[in-house]
């Protein structure tokens, strides 16, 4: 490891502690990823983005200090936030290691412990992101009013402005809105990580799966769910398994699968274009 001065003296400030190396650290989609070692022998990552947008870093320290309540109850464990200002976050190292399936059953259960910590309701005090768009968090009273008006429609009409759905595929899935209050099983809200994605799931070499990378709120738990079954997850069959165990999912969830994917397909949608809604609405078209 070598010293980047400018990173190393942004992290001093925010720390209080000296930086003796610092290395790049490769896989960044947004933010530049800096691997610190400090005098006092914490290594720690370091997540910069110049001119991020307004709060956008005090919103994943926010997400992950929330999650964070939950690991002392049995919850899936997520970096310790050291840091963060405007254009940075600073996170406790963790190393990686290798997915197994006792680590999976782990995540099942901690999962569900998570889920089950709860939400003062459905949303959040405050706005955030997923990837670099805007995340709506504005409470409402009910799990269907909030996924079709802060996650489905927002996003749908971003994607149809960009020219990334095609208005035959916009209104297929805007045809489901009116379905979901019957499709979907009210719940409490529970405590999402809110882009849990396998890109977002670590596999520490100590052992245990760890979250990063949130976008959270308080939701319906089968979107954590169907999110981890979108892009695959090793063992994935193994953690639902461990988190029904743990906690029962209510009946039908298989069937509802598809129908908490069109929220991040959506996303992907106005991040990427490609055939990203066209898979929402094939999908839309089944519960149309």
Same mark, same amino acid.
């Given at each position: %490891?070598? &010293?980047?001065?400018?990173?190393?003296?942004?992290?001093?400030?925010?720390? #209080?502690? $000296?930086?003796?190396?610092?290395?790049?650290?490769?896989?960044?989609?947004?933010?530049?990823?800096?691997?610190?070692?400090?005098?006092?022998?914490?290594?720690?990552? %370091?997540?910069?983005?110049?001119?991020?947008?307004?709060?956008?870093? @005090?919103?994943?320290?926010?997400?992950?200090?929330?999650?964070?309540?939950?690991?002392? !109850?049995?919850?899936?464990?997520?970096?310790?936030?050291?840091?963060? !200002? +405007?254009?940075?976050?600073?996170?406790?190292?963790?190393?990686?290691?290798? $997915?197994?399936?006792?680590?999976?059953?782990?995540?099942?259960?901690?999962?569900?412990?998570?889920?089950?910590?709860?939400?003062?309701?459905?949303?959040?005090?405050?706005? #955030?992101?997923?990837?670099?768009? /805007?995340?709506?968090?504005?409470?409402?009273?009910?799990? @269907?009013?909030?996924?079709?008006?802060?996650?489905?429609? /927002?996003? =749908?009409?971003?994607? &149809?402005?960009?020219?990334?759905?095609?208005? #035959?595929?916009?209104?297929?899935?805007?045809?489901?809105?009116?379905?979901?209050?019957?499709?979907?099983?009210?719940?409490?809200?529970?405590?999402?990580?809110?882009?849990?994605?396998?890109?977002?799931? =670590?596999?520490?070499? !100590?052992?245990?799966?760890?979250?990063?990378?949130?976008?959270?709120?308080?939701?319906?738990?089968?979107? +954590?769910?169907? %999110?981890?079954?979108?892009?695959?997850?090793?063992?994935?069959?193994?953690? =639902? !398994?461990?988190?029904?165990?743990?906690?029962?999912?209510? +009946?039908?969830?298989?069937?509802?699968?598809?129908?908490?994917?069109?929220? /991040?397909?959506?996303?992907?949608?106005?991040?990427? #274009?490609?055939?990203?809604?066209? *898979?929402?609405?094939?999908?839309?078209? *089944?519960?149309?």
């Amino acid at each position: %490891m070598t &010293r980047q001065p400018l990173v190393a003296r942004r992290a001093e400030e925010l720390l #209080g502690s $000296s930086v003796v190396a610092t290395a790049p650290i490769a896989g960044g989609d947004i933010s530049t990823a800096t691997r610190l070692r400090l005098s006092n022998g914490t290594t720690a990552l %370091m997540k910069t983005l110049p001119h991020a947008p307004d709060g956008f870093f @005090a919103a994943e320290a926010t997400g992950l200090r929330w999650l964070a309540e939950a690991t002392a !109850d049995g919850g899936v464990a997520v970096p310790e936030v050291l840091g963060a !200002d +405007d254009e940075c976050v600073i996170l406790r190292w963790v190393e990686p290691g290798k $997915s197994s399936v006792d680590v999976a059953t782990a995540l099942g259960r901690e999962l569900a412990a998570t889920h089950a910590a709860g939400a003062p309701g459905f949303g959040l005090d405050s706005d #955030g992101f997923i990837g670099r768009l /805007p995340l709506p968090n504005k409470p409402a009273e009910t799990w @269907a009013e909030f996924y079709a008006v802060r996650r489905l429609l /927002p996003y =749908l009409r971003l994607a &149809r402005d960009r020219g990334a759905a095609a208005p #035959g595929q916009a209104a297929t899935v805007e045809a489901v809105v009116p379905r979901l209050a019957e499709l979907v099983p009210e719940e409490p809200p529970a405590r999402l990580h809110g882009d849990l994605w396998n890109g977002n799931v =670590l596999w520490g070499l !100590d052992g245990r799966a760890w979250l990063i990378d949130p976008a959270a709120y308080g939701g319906h738990r089968e979107v +954590d769910l169907a %999110m981890l079954a979108l892009f695959g997850l090793p063992h994935l069959p193994r953690v =639902l !398994d461990a988190y029904a165990e743990a906690t029962p999912l209510a +009946d039908g969830w298989a069937d509802r699968v598809g129908l908490h994917q069109l929220f /991040p397909l959506l996303v992907h949608a106005c991040h990427f #274009g490609g055939g990203y809604a066209a *898979r929402a609405a094939d999908i839309a078209s *089944r519960y149309v």
